[in-house]
Nanobody, 120 residues
Framework: QVQLVESGGGLVQAGGSLRLSCAAS????????MGWFRQAPGKEREFVAA????????NYKDSVKGRFTISRDNAKNTVYLQMNSLKPEDTAVYYC?????????????WGQGTQVTVSS
């Protein structure tokens, strides 16, 4: 069983920055591909960013490219999402997810989410 705990959300003005963290339990975190997703009120959950288990490969939703950066520290069992130049449309609950099967991008575990609110 993998437990994921997000933190770092909050209220920020448009143009501001936040860094989300996701701390994972378990000894095999370094073998998990990890992702960030978000869900705005009344909308479906959507993919935001992903990072491979070694951190050598990343992928982003088009609308966040150049503004968001996903990274990980396997020694700390933590994945990060640095969000710069935030826009009101980035307002959502942000979730991290773990793909516990080696080389898989199907996410098996999810955190409880952290709220990000961007005011205009």
């Amino acid at each position: 069983q993998v437990q994921l705990v997000e933190s770092g959300g909050g209220l920020v003005q448009a143009g501001g920055s936040l860094r989300l963290s996701c701390a994972a339990s378990g000894r095999t975190f370094s073998t998990y591909n990890m992702g960030w997703f978000r869900q705005a009120p009344g909308k479906e959950r959507e993919f935001v960013a992903a990072i491979s288990w070694r951190g050598s490969s990343t992928n982003y939703k088009d609308s966040v490219k150049g503004r968001f950066t996903i990274s990980r520290d396997n020694a700390k069992n933590t994945v990060y999402l640095q969000m710069n130049s935030l826009k009101p449309e980035d307002t959502a609950v942000y979730y991290c997810a773990a793909a516990a099967t080696i080389s898989s991008w199907e996410y098996d575990y999810w955190g409880q989410g952290t709220q990000v609110t961007v005011s205009s």
